[in-house]
């Protein structure tokens, strides 16, 4: 049996040996930070696909780490159908501890400290913007990675002295690219990518290998953009609807979770299949 190394909200991480790792997604789903005891079927899969999608379609900007999602690959005993579709065989990564977060979109936390301060998580922005207007060019507002509760905003200096201004560089400009190619590909597709975040290792070598999940609707804001106005909450497909759910029904941030009704189930499931179809054309197994 391969070691656990870690256990977190949605993922169960393994070593696969020989400078590898297995990541199996799982149909958790979390929620202002907390784990909700209601799984949502086939959201793993759809995390994991989407996750193999973007690596490909990006390799052109940077390198990742997914080595295969072929089960024939994967060690004993997680070479099984149980493990399909949900399990990448990945390149063990010295993983840089900062949340890359790129917003295109002024919402979120960025909204409530414009309102506040006229800033979006520190930066200073024009006069007159409204809930949900694009920013003028995106904005990188990177946080510390927290082991618990709420990561930490911080401002790109402070990655600075973290990483080095090389590197604290690098890491800024291919999160804005990433999120630049993917937007204007969701664009085609009926999807407003609002914001993101993305997190990136070092190989081997110290080059820089985008890694853990991408774009996908758990770390990404979603919209329509059939149905985008400015002013208004959007018409999303992430975890935006179960986050209203819990804040209306009074279970915002409350521990432990509460049990999930069949409806919103059923409708951030097929929230989530919807973007899988939208964004790769395909249909989830």
């Not at 949605?10 to 909700?36: H, K």
């Not at 840089?96 to 936390?109: D, N």
């Not at 993305?198 to 990404?220: K, Y």
């Not at 975890?239 to 049990?259: A, F, I, M």
Request: net charge negative; with cysteine; charged share 30%.
């Amino acid at each position: 049996m391969l070691k656990k190394i870690s256990s977190g909200k949605v993922r169960e991480i393994y070593d696969a040996g020989e400078g590898r790792l297995l990541i199996v997604t799982s149909d958790r789903i979390s929620a202002y930070d907390v784990i909700m005891p209601t799984a949502i079927p086939g959201k793993g899969k759809i995390l994991n696909g989407l996750a193999e999608f973007w690596f490909e379609l990006l390799g052109g900007v940077i390198k990742n780490h997914l080595i295969s999602t072929d089960i024939k690959d994967f060690p004993a005993p997680f070479n099984t159908e149980e493990y399909a579709g949900r399990t990448m065989l990945v390149k063990r990564l010295k993983m840089l501890p900062y949340e890359c977060i790129v917003r295109g979109y002024i919402t979120g936390s960025a909204w409530e400290s414009y309102k506040k301060d006229g800033t979006a998580c520190g930066i200073p922005q024009p006069e007159g913007l409204s809930l949900c207007d694009k920013f003028p060019t995106p904005l990188f507002t990177p946080s510390t990675k927290a082991e618990e509760g709420h990561d930490i905003n911080i401002t790109f200096e402070e990655m600075e002295k973290g990483l080095g201004s090389e590197l604290a560089g690098l890491v800024r400009d291919k999160t804005v690219e990433i999120y630049l190619r993917a937007s204007e590909y969701a664009a085609k597709r009926g999807i407003i990518i609002a914001d993101t975040k993305l997190e990136f290792g070092l190989d081997e070598n110290g080059e820089l290998v985008l890694a853990d999940e991408v774009l996908t609707p758990d770390s990404s804001r979603f919209w329509s953009a059939e149905n985008y106005e400015v002013g208004k909450d959007q018409s999303s497909f992430d975890k935006q609807y179960l986050r209203d759910w819990l804040r209306d029904t009074g279970n915002k941030g409350v521990e432990p979770g509460p049990e999930l009704p069949a409806d919103v189930v059923r409708e951030t499931q097929n929230k989530y299949a919807l973007a899988y179809k939208l964004i790769t054309g395909k249909e989830i197994a």
